[in-house]
């Protein structure tokens, strides 16, 4: 039977198979709490071709059952063309909801809570650290889901007051896990990731799996690693050069934002573009 959507994120398109699930990868962006008017060509292509790689290259128990979507199970009134690439057909799970953050640098709100209080999500680091300071052991950091804004961050033990203290230390341990291991194999092609956020679920047989994307541009902070220097934020392969354009203009970040000009475009993809070939190695299938 066709797909049924039954729900819009800010980049996925979730769709009903009936006992399986459709995940669509659109092109959408958002920044800000916001889904910008502007689209980037081949986003969604690059986010599932990096998920792809990362779940056959790290073997994770995940919810993904195919990249194709059979002609039957096409949604009424989208182009079957347009799925190539960006689709994946899953397992149905019971997410948890917590996204599993794991920080290998001092950066971003992380960096904002070390400075006011010497600890990040709850655990004290040492005095004297930098921003972009590469962390003698990652950390579990724990955000709370929040579709309407910002996650926001919280202590491992709430997470233990929410699932129990067995699946709480299951999430940190596999977490920290998949991290390490992305982070070397990431490494060996020159690209830094700073941090990164999971989600896991549950499959009906009481399984944890990995579910959504998988160490992304839209899930990581990907840094060049020739360009690394503690004390200053590197270049990243994401939507950076879209923050700093939206910062640059006069919208108030409360109201419908502007439509991005081209260049900010062709340079955002391109972004995205270079991140997965740089790790997977492979030409990106314009």
Known sequence: MPATLIRQ??????????DRLLLVASDRISAFDWILPTAIPDKGRVLTGLTRFWLERLGIPNHLLSFDVAADEVPVGVDPGWLVGRSMVVRKCRVVQVECVVRG?????????????????????PPGLINCDRLETPLFTPAAKNDHGHDENIAFEQVVSEVGLEVAAELRDRSLEVYRRGRDIAAERGIIIADTKFEW?????GNLLIVDEVLTPDSSRFWPADSYR??????????QFVRDWLEGTTWDKNSPPPELPSDVVARTRGKYVEAYERLTGERFPF
């Not at 994120?9 to 009936?18: F, I, Q």
């Not at 679920?201 to 047989?205: Q, T």
Request: hydrophobic letters at 30%.
């Open 201 to 205: 679920g549950f499959d009906p047989a």
């Open 230 to 239: 503690p004390g200053a934020n590197p270049p990243s392969f994401d939507k």
């Open 105 to 125: 640098y001092l950066v971003g709100s992380g960096w904002k809570d070390y400075q006011a209080t010497g600890q990040v999500c709850g655990l004290s680091l």
């Open 9 to 18: 994120g800010k980049v996925r398109d979730l769709y009903d198979l009936g």
